[in-house]
């Protein structure tokens, strides 16, 4: 983790793609080295992984080698990050092979759509598809919904429009420094600006995958920046960031707008870690410590 944090600034901040072809380049390039761990991982960690289609929705069954008897009910659905554009396929698994291998959960990770070729609202249409297939033969009470960074800002949308469409809440959601205002709104926006060395910057790169994918939408639609919706009757929630995460505003406001609307929530910060690092290496002893950390809280909250 020392190593993580310590790394120099990612250069991709700097990128901007102008048209399809150069967004799916800088995708493709990204999900090939995430493509080339994931074996070692998955086989580290005894997790197996399996392309399914659920309601015409691509995803993943990430299944542990073992399941406890407290989890055999229970279905985490799963929401990756990538900054709206990166992780298309199965480099989109990385956290749920994590999650299944260290906590002991059955995963459901969605293939959502994407840009270039998919702006919203495809990716949210496709998340509430697979949430409403899930509640046909799991209690919500059983499910928990969780994502890092833009798929913890897809799920607090998910839930939305959920609320919307009377769908039941889930028991629980986890959201790691979830992206849920896209208007360069927040204090670390600014002062962890090109010191988070994984996202460097709102300006740039970010801005760019915004705009992409918002698609010419008001960017304060809650259905984009959901920290502008109303969350009343949301359930339990964990929120994770980091001190040098340029999104600890992103996760903080969230925090406070789930308690202010009576919601129970628990916020953690990492020390030293900027966006998302408890995710990037999975010998890191940090790593192993948040995905227990999720498992207690899905494990005291989820039905058995």
């Given at each position: 983790?020392?190593?993580?944090?310590?790394?120099?600034?990612?250069?991709?901040?700097?990128?901007a793609?102008?048209?399809?072809?150069?967004?799916?380049?800088?995708?493709?390039?990204?999900?090939?080295?995430?493509?080339?761990?994931?074996?070692?991982?998955?086989e580290?960690?005894?997790?197996?992984?399996?392309?399914?289609?659920?309601?015409?929705?691509?995803?993943?069954?990430?299944?542990?080698?073992?399941?406890?008897?407290?989890?055999?009910?229970?279905?985490?659905?799963?929401?990756?990050?990538?900054?709206?554009?990166?992780?298309?396929?199965?480099?989109?698994?990385?956290?749920?092979?994590?999650?299944?291998?260290?906590?002991?959960?059955?995963?459901?990770?969605?293939?959502?759509?994407?840009?270039?070729?998919?702006?919203?609202?495809?990716?949210?249409?496709?998340?509430?598809?697979?949430?409403?297939e899930?509640?046909?033969?799991?209690?919500?009470?059983?499910?928990?919904?969780?994502?890092?960074?833009?798929?913890?800002?897809?799920?607090?949308?998910?839930?939305?429009?959920?609320?919307?469409?009377?769908?039941?809440?889930?028991g629980?959601?986890?959201?790691?420094?979830?992206?849920?205002?896209?208007?360069?709104?927040g204090?670390?926006?600014?002062?962890?600006?090109?010191?988070?060395?994984?996202?460097?910057t709102?300006?740039?790169?970010?801005?760019?995958?915004?705009?992409?994918?918002?698609?010419?939408?008001d960017?304060k639609?809650?259905?984009?920046s959901?920290?502008?919706?109303?969350?009343?009757?949301?359930?339990?929630?964990?929120?994770?960031?980091?001190?040098?995460?340029?999104?600890?505003?992103?996760?903080?406001?969230?925090?406070?707008?789930?308690r202010?609307?009576?919601?129970?929530?628990?916020?953690?910060?990492?020390?030293?870690?900027?966006?998302?690092?408890?995710l990037?290496?999975?010998?890191?002893?940090?790593?192993?410590?948040?995905?227990?950390?999720?498992?207690?809280?899905?494990?005291?909250h989820?039905?058995?």
């Amino acid at each position: 983790m020392q190593a993580l944090t310590a790394a120099p600034l990612d250069p991709r901040w700097k990128l901007a793609p102008q048209t399809p072809e150069e967004w799916k380049a800088v995708v493709e390039k990204a999900a090939l080295a995430t493509l080339a761990r994931l074996p070692g991982i998955r086989e580290s960690l005894g997790v197996d992984v399996q392309p399914t289609t659920i309601a015409g929705v691509r995803a993943f069954i990430v299944t542990p080698t073992t399941i406890a008897p407290r989890n055999r009910k229970r279905v985490l659905l799963h929401l990756h990050g990538g900054v709206r554009v990166f992780n298309p396929g199965e480099s989109g698994t990385l956290e749920a092979v994590l999650k299944a291998g260290f906590a002991g959960f059955k995963i459901v990770s969605v293939d959502y759509r994407m840009p270039p070729d998919f702006p919203f609202p495809a990716a949210l249409d496709d998340a509430v598809t697979v949430y409403r297939e899930t509640l046909k033969t799991t209690d919500p009470r059983n499910v928990g919904i969780f994502g890092s960074s833009a798929g913890g800002s897809l799920a607090v949308t998910t839930l939305l429009r959920a609320k919307a469409e009377d769908l039941p809440m889930p028991g629980a959601i986890a959201l790691g420094s979830p992206t849920v205002d896209l208007t360069k709104t927040g204090d670390t926006l600014f002062t962890n600006a090109m010191l988070d060395n994984v996202l460097v910057t709102q300006d740039g790169f970010i801005r760019a995958t915004a705009l992409l994918y918002a698609d010419g939408h008001d960017l304060k639609d809650p259905r984009v920046s959901p920290i502008y919706g109303d969350v009343h009757g949301f359930p339990t929630a964990i929120l994770t960031s980091g001190t040098r995460d340029l999104y600890l505003s992103n996760t903080v406001r969230m925090h406070r707008k789930l308690r202010a609307a009576g919601v129970d929530a628990v916020l953690q910060i990492w020390e030293g870690q900027s966006h998302t690092q408890y995710l990037r290496d999975f010998h890191a002893p940090e790593t192993k410590e948040y995905h227990d950390e999720i498992a207690r809280f899905f494990d005291v909250h989820l039905r058995p």
